[in-house]
């Protein structure tokens, strides 16, 4: 009995002495819903500058710019004299009006809805595509942007009166640019 004992006793140990095995998971992820994400996005986004740029065919009375930044506009009142040829750059105070519409020009909120904004460019929070569109602007000028709804409010809307990717048509009146070194 004591020699069992003892056989079983070297056998226990024998075995328990085995290296750990890697434990696998149940169920393994194969990357669809991100790969599903990117379809999806990319098939948005190719149907908002779809109409967008269909906006653009049929308004022959405007002269459309396509940003580098992923938006369009048109200058509603350009500035031309060369006194007034700054634009704001990072830290610039800059105080503008904009009113906001969809594509189809119905309007979400209205012009006067929206108080008087100064803005620190490039330091305060803003949607992106109006943080691009204020930097390409002089005082004095009024700009009409197309923004897809990445550039927009994407995702999440403005959990107001924007719901989700929507893209949006914003007018923006840019009174002021006060230099930030005559801040400091």
Known sequence: MKKLFFIFLIISAVISCKSPEARYPVSQNSGSYINESVAYNKKLLAEEESKIKKIIAQD????????TSGFWYFYNEKVMDSVSSIRPEFGDVVNFDYYISTLDNQMIYEKGEKPTKEYA???EKLFSGLRDGIKLMKAGETVTFLFPSYKAFGYYGDKNKIGTNIPIKTTVTLHSIIDQDSIN
Do not use: E, M
């Open 121 to 123: 460019v490039d330091q």
């Open 60 to 67: 022959s009375t405007k002269n459309y710019i396509a940003s």
